[in-house]
């Protein structure tokens, strides 16, 4: 696969957990060490461990590359049948626990790019002034949200306020409206064991959460959050 032929569009719409699956099969097939695929292309560990586990998508000049390097076909490429989220506007709700705040914090600096130009309106209660109506600005930004990020640990899930009034408002807009639910893992919890949530496919994997990643591995995960979001939201033609 030549690097011009995939177009910007096309590399929006590759399944990232699929295209990760048939790279791993395609490196047993040809008995190829992680090392090995590193050094040939010149690509760190971390990076390409990451593609393979579906948690980043590569570069398009980059994903050709590889493509390329592991004789993966285009017709091999697994492209999502998602469409585009049918809810309008630019907002997105961040759903966490307080005494997870410091996640948020760093992860509203990731987003602070797309913020500034006008491409999101990101959502969290931190926005809440002295005097607001919190229960109806809450029900506001819930209601009008294309897309929730969800900061998933024990207390997270511990939250009675959570459960009973962000999640299932949330988890119905996904259904009927297309909302998208991008949950990141913060630190070990019952995450998979959580049928509502199980479904969706969380930024990271459940047994490798945040908590236990050093400072690099944590930006890489605030980076691919963005990068999801800048993908969902950037229409701009190629």
Known sequence: MKIEDISKETWKRIDAEKLSELLR???????????????????SRSMLASILHGKRRPSPPRMAQLLDFLQVSNDEVPMSQEDSPKTKGNKIFISYSHRDKSY?????????????????????????????????????????????VLMISADFLASDFIIDNELPPLLHAAESKGTRIIPVILKPCRFLREKNLCEFQAVNLPDEPMSVMDENGKELIYDTISQRIEDLFDDSPS
């Open 25 to 43: 099969d395609r490196m047993h097939e040809r008995e190829l060490s992680l090392s090995r695929v590193c050094e040939e292309l010149e690509m």
């Open 104 to 148: 948020l914090d760093r992860l509203m600096v990731h987003l602070r790019p797309l913020q500034k130009q006008g491409l999101i309106d990101a959502w969290a209660d931190t926005r809440l002034q002295a005097g607001d109506k919190w229960k109806k600005e809450i029900e506001s930004a819930l209601k009008e949200s294309r897309v929730a």
